[in-house]
């Protein structure tokens, strides 16, 4: 989901400078592998929690492929979707990284994600 042109132009610009950063570099031995969010719009959810928190925590604890922990896409998308149904509009990047660093998110194994199941973990009300 995009933000409306007024939160987007509001957001910090960030200077673009690029002469420290090396020619080529893999990260992928951080990220879990690559997963399938089903028939659920969760992409967000996916994209912040799954992949970016999942890097994070495995960059932070210092693991590895062989050691590594995926956070659950479960626990973002299920506080921010709409209360009743699919979240049909999407969630906007933003309110998810605020979520996380709000609230975190749990490893995937102690919440699991299903494509066709959806429990509402806590009522935030407004978007965070």
Known sequence: ????PE??????????????????????????PPG????????????????LRSYYENRREGGATSSYTPMSPAFVYNQMAEPRGACS??????LALRLLESKGAPPLE???YSDNRRV????????P
Do not use: H, K
């Open 1 to 4: 989901m995009l933000l409306p």
């Open 7 to 32: 939160q987007y132009r509001a957001l910090p610009a960030m200077e673009r400078f690029r002469a420290f950063l090396p020619p080529a570099a893999d990260l992928s031995a951080w990220f879990p």
């Open 36 to 51: 399938n969010q089903g028939s659920q719009p969760s992409c967000t959810a996916c994209a912040t929690t799954y992949a």
């Open 89 to 94: 509009g999407g969630i906007a990047i933003p």
């Open 110 to 112: 102690e919440f699991s």
């Open 120 to 127: 509402r973990v806590v009522n935030l009300g407004a978007a």
